[in-house]
């Protein structure tokens, strides 16, 4: 068939009209979109032979609800982009549709998983599969959180994350020690121990290992942590999290926002290993 504008040119057209208006998020979810015309049998009884046209929009299913709200107005911006000529005349966007869902299959310890292909939870895990560095026990509580995560299991993904996390802590704390014994005085490695090694609980661990760090942020930054303080606040969310979850509060916390927590973690895991690996040869 034959438009005066192509689909592609209306797509591009109308994520370029709500950029320059300022809805970059609608702007984002339509350039993963798809935009599809849909010529009518029934005349438009404005010009002899002219038919009527509409389109729909095909998107990610996540964004289906906003993208309908939208409507109205994503309409009326087509409108003004499409030329009705004598053998169309176009009346907007009547649909949304959803994206089917592409998905990847990803092996671990002899068993397939088979995820979304391109979300966090896929990248996380593939970065995992073949990844030397991380040790075998963290690969296990990862994997099992990206599952839980994908499969919208949040109260298990966020306990998950969370072992990750406190196993992490306790290997850095361990890993620090080793550094002081070679570059603190015995005063400093006594209090180190009872403090730190000796915590009774993961929080005040974290505390004071903070302070530690915080003291010597040139030794951090040459494992790639350019803002300690701001780095290392994620292990006190993740271990927040896992508490909530853990325990009955009630509280739960979204799809969205686990997924950025594990986008942040998935930065922060390889620079603690480097630490972990190199603090006691420093």
Not at 189 to 210: C, D, P, W
Request: one cysteine or more; hydrophobic letters at 40%; proline letters at 3%.
């Amino acid at each position: 068939m034959s438009y005066s504008v192509s689909e592609n040119q209306m797509l591009a057209t109308l994520i370029a009209v709500l950029k320059d208006g300022g809805k970059t998020d609608l702007a984002n979810v339509l350039s993963r979109s798809k935009f599809n015309f849909d010529p009518q049998w029934e005349f438009s009884g404005i010009v002899s032979y002219q038919r009527k046209l509409y389109s729909n929009l095909k998107v990610p299913i996540a964004f289906r609800s906003m993208v309908m709200g939208a409507l109205p107005y994503l309409s009326k911006i087509a409108c003004s982009i499409y030329e009705n000529d004598d053998t169309y005349h176009y009346l907007g966007i009547n649909n949304v549709g959803v994206l089917a869902i592409n998905l990847e299959e990803i092996t671990f310890e002899e068993r397939k998983v088979i995820v979304e292909q391109g979300s966090v939870f896929t990248s996380f895990m593939k970065y995992l599969a073949d990844n030397a560095d991380v040790p075998e026990i963290q690969k296990k509580y990862l994997f099992e959180a990206c599952e839980n995560g994908h499969s919208n299991n949040m109260l298990s993904a966020t306990v998950m994350l969370g072992c990750s996390a406190e196993l992490l802590l306790l290997e850095l704390s361990c890993a620090y020690y080793e550094y002081l014994k070679k570059h603190g005085t015995p005063s400093e490695q006594s209090e180190y121990e009872r403090k730190v090694i000796n915590a009774k609980i993961a929080s005040v661990r974290l505390t004071e290992l903070m302070k530690r760090i915080e003291a010597k942020p040139t030794i951090f930054k040459s494992f790639g942590f350019e803002n300690v303080h701001l780095n290392f606040n994620y292990m006190d969310v993740i271990r927040q999290n896992r508490n909530d979850s853990g325990h009955p509060t009630g509280k739960i916390i979204t799809k969205e926002q686990f997924e950025m927590i594990l986008t942040n973690y998935q930065a922060f895991l390889p620079k603690t290993i480097k630490a972990i690996r190199e603090l006691p040869n420093l």
